[in-house]
């Protein structure tokens, strides 16, 4: 069988193991995912192999440190899956919900249900945690999924798909509701973009070369984020004390996450004070300034001057562009030509500056006071998520359960014919 045939034979399984899965009870899904939450404690030993695997060939290909990071199972990954299996777990089931019902003049109940979308690929790069995400989320939200990850994540995406099976199994649920093509051959992604009979949405996650690669392929609708330039603006009324911690951990916690920030907006009349302290705080810690003239003598040692090929860059490393603004005017408006519709922050003890901004900034999570690392599904509420999208077509922001779901339209009807 070649690559084509194996990619269609998994698309109908997908599609057969969808309709079964959308007829799933809910206390079915949830006893998988508890299953699989077992699974993931009792067989850590056997995931650390195989992702000891990967992380070996990983270093022998020389793979940058950003790639390797996510690559990396460590015990605190392999606990937020677990935790992730045990939220999504105890969610409400959305599928068959009905919501806003109304009675129409003639008599007639008019209402929307909450349904899968049917068959989900999700296409990443390295990550083997989007393996369980994606998978936990979309077996709640009664979608089959397709999870077809970077070759160099292959042994730890094998081993986590293997588990999900058992989880599946052992829970009475359709084990093709969760699929991992059996080759690292990119020929299975362009033939897998081909399969709009059989997949009714895709997921790119990861680099903006492989989401473009996959928008430009793909025969079915696209779920993306090319990329996450996220911005700070510390304006004139800010709390340094505040400003400062929020800063660092934006910048440092993660800096190859698309929620990392990678440039500081400060206002003019605060950056003379906040830049100082900013520079002292991260700057030993290896945080290097692009800088902008106003800001470069502010920074130090740790700055150099900017260029504009620094605005609107996804460093994904510890280096920040920094720039000072004369205001929320002039802030909006560079975010709204440099920013990626990502995660954007004031910093601001105006309240009415904090609404213009929340109002009139576009991306999928914008925030006053907070760091925009809070860009992230179970950061928010949602348990795991399996991705971010920034296309608004038909979920902005992180997406969880709901996010996988559509809605149907129903009526209740009790013989009325149309005059």
Same mark, same amino acid.
Request: glycine content about 8%.
């Given at each position: 069988m070649d690559i084509r045939e194996q990619m269609v034979e998994m698309g109908k399984r997908a599609k057969a193991a969808a309709r079964k899965l959308s007829a799933a009870s809910g206390k079915a899904k949830a006893d998988a995912l508890l299953i699989l939450a077992g699974l993931l404690e009792s067989e850590s030993a056997a995931i650390a192999e195989a992702n000891k695997l990967d992380l070996d060939a990983a270093a022998e290909r020389g793979l940058d440190k950003a790639r390797v990071q996510r690559l990396t199972i460590s015990e605190k990954v392999l606990g937020s899956m677990i935790q992730g299996c045990r939220e999504v777990a105890a969610m409400a089931d959305p599928v068959g919900e009905i919501e806003s019902m109304v009675k129409r003049p003639n008599g007639m109940l008019v209402g929307?249900?909450?349904?899968?979308? &049917?068959?989900?690929?999700?296409?990443?790069?390295?990550?083997? /945690?989007a393996t369980v995400d994606a998978g936990i989320l979309c077996l709640k939200a009664g979608n089959a999924v397709i999870l077809r990850g970077g070759? *160099?994540?292959?042994?730890? /995406?094998t081993c986590l798909a293997g588990l999900m099976h058992r989880a599946l199994e052992e829970a009475g649920l359709p084990r093709d509701a969760v699929q991992v093509p059996p080759t690292t051959d990119r020929e299975a992604v362009a033939e897998m973009l081909k399969l709009e009979e059989y997949i009714d949405v895709v997921i790119p996650r990861g680099g903006e070369g492989l989401i473009r690669a996959v928008t430009?392929?793909?025969t079915m609708p696209v779920l993306k984020h090319y990329k996450g330039v996220c911005h700070i603006y510390a304006d004139l009324s800010c709390d340094l004390d505040k400003a400062v911690p929020i800063v660092e951990n934006a910048k440092m916690q993660y800096p190859s996450g698309c929620n990392a920030l990678e440039c500081l907006l400060v206002h003019r009349d605060v950056a003379g004070e906040l830049l100082p302290?900013?520079?002292?705080?991260? &700057?030993?810690?290896?945080v290097k300034f692009k800088a902008c003239p106003q800001s470069l003598p502010l920074l130090g040692e740790y700055a150099e001057p900017a260029s504009d090929e620094d605005w609107g860059?996804?460093?994904?490393d510890l280096i920040l562009a920094v720039k000072v603004v004369d205001g929320l005017d002039e802030a909006m408006d560079h975010i709204a030509r440099? &920013?990626? /519709?990502?995660?954007?922050?004031?910093?601001? *003890?105006d309240y009415q500056n904090c609404m213009r901004f929340i109002r009139e900034v576009d991306a999928s999570l914008v925030v006053a006071n907070a760091t925009t690392r809070f860009n992230d599904g179970g950061q928010l509420g949602l348990g795991a998520e399996i991705g971010i999208s920034t296309s608004k077509l038909h979920a902005? &922001?992180?997406?969880?359960?709901? *996010?996988?779901?559509?809605?149907?339209f129903v009526l209740l009807g009790e013989g009325q014919v149309r005059e």
């Open positions: 929307r249900m909450r349904v899968p979308l &049917g068959v989900v690929a999700m296409i990443y790069e390295s990550r083997p /945690n070759s *160099e994540a292959f042994h730890s /995406n430009s392929q793909a302290r900013v520079a002292e705080a991260i &700057g030993p810690k290896g860059f996804e460093f994904l440099y &920013g990626s /519709n990502h995660t954007e922050s004031i910093l601001s *003890e902005y &922001g992180p997406m969880g359960i709901k *996010e996988l779901t559509s809605a149907k």
